[in-house]
């Protein structure tokens, strides 16, 4: 009888203990990203993902990864969060830095408007930081309450930016009243991607 328990018993243990360490993942355009990340001992969880589309004529530049303490289909509950956050571009195609920078001025200018004389040194010091981008890599960006906005280009820590006020102000860029694309805020909010 003790045997035949054992023999029941082992196989849920065993796939409730393997369940718990597969991570679920999520996909766009292709571009895969897991349901679950840790930034700096914080486990932050997948808001959604967004595409970016270009030109009248849609072309797919990166999809967009947004990584939370507390998920939220509330962009102004997000961008108000005191907890730390992740954002993540992929990119489908290749992007000139010029291109780059021009899409973070735009974006700073159409959603941050009242502050751009505070972030002009800030957003100047980002744009020094930015390189042309080629398909299937990655900028990634960590809110640090506190200290500001880390930036990494594809896998390289350039530094951080001061400030919680540039951090909401980068953010805002996708979430804000203007984003670059309706779709992309939707997705990034929880809707479908693309």
Not at 48 to 60: S, Y
Not at 82 to 91: C, I, K, N, R
Not at 146 to 153: A, D, I, K, R, W
Request: with cysteine; proline share 4%; glycine share 14%.
């Amino acid at each position: 009888m003790q045997s035949h328990k054992k023999g029941i018993l082992l196989p849920a243990i065993l796939a409730a203990a393997l369940g718990t360490g597969i991570a679920e993942a999520k996909e766009c355009k292709g571009v895969n990203f897991p349901d679950q990340i840790q930034v700096d001992g914080t486990g932050l969880t997948l808001n959604g993902l967004g595409l970016r589309e270009a030109t009248a004529f849609k072309v797919n530049v990166y999809v967009a990864a947004l990584y939370v303490g507390k998920t939220s289909g509330d962009a102004n509950a997000l961008l108000g969060s005191s907890a730390p956050s992740e954002l993540v571009l992929q990119f489908v195609r290749n992007v000139g830095v010029d291109d780059l920078r021009k899409g973070w001025s735009e974006g700073f200018e159409k959603n941050s408007k009242g502050q751009l004389p505070a972030l002009k040194d800030r957003i100047a010091m980002l744009n020094g930081w930015m390189a042309d981008v080629k398909t299937g890599e990655r900028l990634t960006f960590i809110v640090k309450p506190g200290s500001g906005l880390e930036v990494n280009v594809n896998g390289t820590v350039k530094g951080t930016i001061k400030g919680d006020d540039f951090a909401k102000a980068f953010l805002a860029i996708w979430l804000g009243a203007d984003p670059p694309n309706p779709e992309i805020k939707a997705g990034m909010l929880g809707g479908a991607c693309g």
